[in-house]
């Protein structure tokens, strides 16, 4: 078994950050070994496994830890690294981000602008985003509550086919609002 050479400080303070321990970080006496066309070799010493690794060219990393051996894998540690690190890319990639559209309303909004502002509210839950819809109360208006209250409660109501309601009717300073996700078991 060759030794290993004397790392910079810098270096072995990046080993440390490692998520898998390779070759000589492996302490367990025996590990389960996979070789690196992903057959099983049974329960190996860890001396004998680094000396199959080295033969090869490649590293002993310990992919389960918590298993009893610990489970070891023969494999190109810098590929193995790269592989996945690009999976975490692609999968970050396909993620879908929901945006929070927002639609206002005045507490005296006529029914042409409420049925416009719903169906534009209703086109943003179908895109995935949520939709928080506000009225505004301004001066004195604020007197009439009850009349916002109505208000928010008939969007809930038309939106409920397609949306479910996150955060109930609340007051944020001067305005009145009320969250709404899309519902994914109620889409068609």
Same mark, same amino acid.
């Given at each position: 078994?060759?030794?290993?050479?004397?790392?910079?400080?810098?270096?072995?303070?990046k080993?440390?950050?490692?998520?898998?321990?390779?070759?000589?970080?492996?302490?367990?006496?025996?590990?389960?070994?996979?070789d690196?066309?992903?057959?099983?070799?049974?329960i190996?010493?860890?001396?004998?496994?680094?000396?199959?690794?080295?033969?090869?060219?490649?590293d002993?990393?310990?992919?389960?830890p918590?298993a /009893?051996?610990? !489970?070891?894998?023969i494999? *190109?540690?810098? #590929?193995?690294?790269?592989?996945?690190?690009?999976?975490e =890319?692609?999968?970050?990639?396909?993620q879908?981000?929901?945006?929070m559209?927002?639609?206002?309303?005045?507490?005296?909004?006529?029914?042409?602008?409420?049925?416009?502002?719903v169906?534009?509210?209703?086109?943003?839950?179908?895109?995935?985003?949520?939709?928080?819809?506000?009225?505004?109360?301004?001066?004195?208006?604020?007197?009439?509550q009850?009349?916002?209250?109505e208000?928010? /409660?008939?969007? !809930?109501?038309?939106?409920? *086919?397609?949306? #479910?309601?996150?955060?109930?009717?609340?007051?944020?300073? =001067?305005?009145?609002?009320?969250?709404?996700t899309?519902?994914?078991?109620?889409?068609k």
């Amino acid at each position: 078994m060759k030794s290993l050479p004397n790392h910079s400080p810098q270096r072995g303070a990046k080993e440390t950050q490692r998520a898998h321990k390779i070759n000589n970080e492996i302490k367990s006496p025996e590990v389960r070994l996979i070789d690196s066309e992903g057959k099983m070799l049974g329960i190996v010493k860890r001396i004998d496994a680094i000396k199959m690794a080295e033969e090869k060219e490649m590293d002993l990393v310990e992919i389960a830890p918590q298993a /009893t051996p610990p !489970v070891c894998k023969i494999i *190109d540690y810098g #590929k193995f690294i790269y592989e996945h690190q690009k999976k975490e =890319k692609l999968q970050k990639k396909n993620q879908l981000q929901q945006q929070m559209k927002e639609v206002r309303f005045k507490w005296r909004t006529d029914t042409h602008d409420f049925n416009f502002k719903v169906r534009h509210a209703r086109d943003f839950i179908e895109e995935g985003n949520k939709v928080k819809a506000s009225v505004m109360f301004r001066g004195r208006e604020i007197t009439h509550q009850e009349i916002g209250r109505e208000l928010l /409660t008939r969007f !809930v109501q038309e939106m409920q *086919d397609v949306a #479910k309601v996150d955060s109930d009717l609340r007051f944020e300073g =001067k305005n009145l609002s009320v969250i709404m996700t899309p519902d994914k078991t109620k889409k068609k």
